[in-house]
């Protein structure tokens, strides 16, 4: 494609948003299309991983929860943040502008709409988030993860297209290994709570796996993500038990360890369902209960109706229901291989690659040369 102008790609800068932006960027730069990331302070630490020829740091802040000082501070950086994205979008002339959601994401969108520069939101969540909801009658396209979109506007729904989450390439990696078996008589466990990780998960699991019969505690291999106040608690109660056991508070190659897993326990984030069903591995999911939006019971909802995941709300997610749940996939591994399959079906892999082709499709019809300098 000609290269008059880049793709700018808007992404909040925690992983939520950031991974399938970056999956997006390698797909459109195996087309030699020119990409630029804009985004906020938190991701700068991303910026050597991430495939754009340049990364742009915009001020953004949510404003939401706080007190009405902290709100009023947050709508006049974003307000500040959107003149100065007019001023990089002049600058730049991109072909079009692709959000992925969050607050940092609202500056670029906005400014874009106001230059006539065509955008396109994409929505990770099953249920349409606060930042997106903002921008959405503006866009040409929206972008949906899963197979139905919530809390959006019935008049938008023509917009709406499913491309799925597009997935790292480590994803991709790890999604060519094969379900693993028992031949060893090791049952792999991985948990996982999020980016900052869940107490949740450093209370419960290590009390259910107390609670499981000493020899078939030491069929265990777990790997644990726990915050780091929680990891030399959870870490002594493991060793205390004499279950082979690593825990961490982040792992950089979680598609790997996901790959290597017989079942995962996770929270239900957007990022967390679509690499599962990618790599194709059963799950316990344990939605996060205080989102306003309710989006990752709705994410769990999704994969749960193929019978590759059990959800269970927080408040019944205690010590005993999961010892009874591992005592189960413990006892019944064919049914564990099932669920794998299950999941693995219902993923998108070439979700990157089908983004990208509603991105080109879009930035084609536009010519950066046009773009009205006096635009509001």
């Known amino acids: 494609m000609a290269s008059s102008g880049p793709i700018l790609i808007a992404a909040g ?30 991701a700068t630490r991303y910026g050597g ?33 959107t003149a100065n994205a007019r001023t990089l979008l002049r600058r730049l002339k991109p072909r079009v502008v692709v959000g992925f959601g969050g607050y940092p994401t609202v500056p670029p969108l906005l400014a874009a709409t106001m230059l006539g520069i065509p955008t396109i939101l994409h929505e990770q969540n099953a249920v349409l988030g606060r930042a997106n909801r903002l921008l959405a009658s503006r866009v040409q396209r929206i972008a949906t993860g899963f ?13 709406c297209i499913e491309t799925g989450n597009p997935v790292r390439p480590a994803v991709l990696d790890a999604a060519r290994l094969q379900y693993p078996g028992l031949a060893d008589g090791r049952f792999r466990l991985l948990v996982v709570g999020g980016s900052q990780g869940a107490r949740v998960m450093s209370d419960i699991v290590p009390a259910a796996i107390e609670a499981l019969p000493a020899d078939v505690r030491a069929r265990l291999v777990l790997v644990q993500q726990a915050r780091g106040e929680d990891e030399v608690r959870v870490r002594e109660i ?51 209960p205080h989102a306003l939006d309710q989006d990752q019971s709705a994410n769990a909802a999704h994969l749960a109706l193929t019978g590759a995941v059990d959800v269970i709300a927080q ?25 794998a399959a299950a999941a693995k079906q219902a993923g998108i ?18 010519r950066p040369e046009s773009l009205n300098e006096t635009a509001d």
Not at 58 to 79: E, H, M, Q, S, Y
Not at 151 to 158: A, E
């Open 49 to 81: 991983a991430f495939p754009a020829e340049a990364v742009h740091v915009i001020k953004a802040a949510t404003p939401t929860g706080g007190n009405i000082f902290a709100r009023a501070w947050a709508v006049l950086t974003l307000i500040g943040g």
């Open 349 to 366: 892999p070439d979700a990157a690659d089908r983004l990208a082709d509603v991105v080109l499709q879009v930035a084609g019809k536009f």
């Open 147 to 159: 197979p139905t979109l919530g809390r959006v506007n019935p008049k938008l729904k023509p917009k």
């Open 238 to 288: 493991y060793a205390r038990l004499a279950v082979e056991a690593e825990v961490a508070p982040f792992f950089a190659d979680l598609p790997r360890r996901m790959a290597e897993a017989h079942l995962v326990i996770a929270r239900a984030g957007a990022s967390t369902v679509s690499e599962l069903a990618v790599i194709g591995r059963p799950a316990i999911l344990v939605p996060y």
């Open 315 to 339: 408040p019944s997610f205690t010590a005993e229901y999961l010892t009874g749940k591992l005592g189960e996939a413990l006892t019944s591994p064919e049914n564990l291989t099932k669920r």
């Open 13 to 42: 800068g925690t992983g939520g948003h950031l991974f399938p932006a970056e999956a997006l960027a390698h797909a459109l730069t195996r087309r030699h299309a020119p990409v630029h990331l804009v985004t906020d302070e938190r």
